[in-house]
């Protein structure tokens, strides 16, 4: 099993340019989630589903989207970028019974 | 959601045994408590999980007293390589862990 893969593992936009991150998983997990973490911060959920076709919103959701089409992808799109979105994201899955299991995270730097 | 306190920093050496703390005075009946490592530039990895008492496993304990207001995560013996962020998180396991809380978590850094 690779677990939880993102990509990229880097990116460097411009203010008001969109990109998706991509997340995926080959577990069979129902909860997916995606966290940010900025500098000496814990992280805050920005999006999670809990099934294909089922998403919410997190703590932090503004100016991100998600879909979940599938039970093994989760991608996260940032709308437009803003430097304020400038962090590190983890996406995460989980099964009902187990841990979380995240991602080894995107870098992302928004000029 | 259920909010946990821990110290921001500790210190330790080599081979000391390291207890961290957290404070979870408004856990609900049907919150487990987790802690997670987390080292510089990876996602959190999972160490343990309880729900009371203590739970053992091939890296850590988690002692949680009767009243789980708090519980303690118990490091022996810690080595360089066990230098890391550790959260504690309460949240009941049926929603996936999200009506959970990411604190800032607790600095450990050991020393040689």
């Known amino acids: 099993n690779a677990g939880v893969t993102q990509t990229p593992k880097f990116q460097v936009l411009k203010t008001g340019q969109s990109m998706t991150l991509q997340c995926a998983q080959d577990m069979n997990h129902e909860y997916m989630s995606w966290y940010r973490q900025d500098p000496g911060m814990g992280l805050r959920l920005i999006h999670y589903?809990?099934?294909?076709?089922?998403?919410d919103q997190g703590e932090v959701p503004n100016g991100y989207n998600v879909s979940r089409s599938t039970t093994e992808d989760f991608p996260l799109r940032l709308l437009s970028a803003a430097p304020s979105q400038t962090s590190v994201y983890f996406c995460?899955?989980?099964?009902?019974?187990?841990?979380?299991?995240f991602g080894p995270g995107t870098r992302l730097t928004v000029l | 959601l259920a909010k946990t306190t821990q110290p921001i920093s500790m210190d330790s050496y080599e081979g000391q045994e390291v207890n961290i703390t957290c404070s979870h005075n408004n856990i609900a009946t049907n919150d487990y408590i987790t802690w997670y490592q987390q080292f510089p530039s990876q996602g959190p990895r999972f160490i343990i999980q309880?729900?009371?008492t203590k739970v053992t496993n091939e890296v850590a304990s988690l002692f949680i007293p009767a009243d789980r207001k708090s519980s303690t995560l118990s490091l022996p013996r810690v080595s360089l390589s066990d230098t890391a962020v550790y959260y504690c998180l309460v949240g009941a396991l049926n929603t996936g862990g999200f009506k959970t809380i990411f604190g800032a978590g607790t600095r450990l850094f050991v020393k040689a």
């Open positions: 309880g729900y009371k």
């Open positions: 589903s809990v099934g294909a076709g089922i998403t």
């Open positions: 995460a899955s989980r099964s009902t019974t187990d841990t979380q299991y």
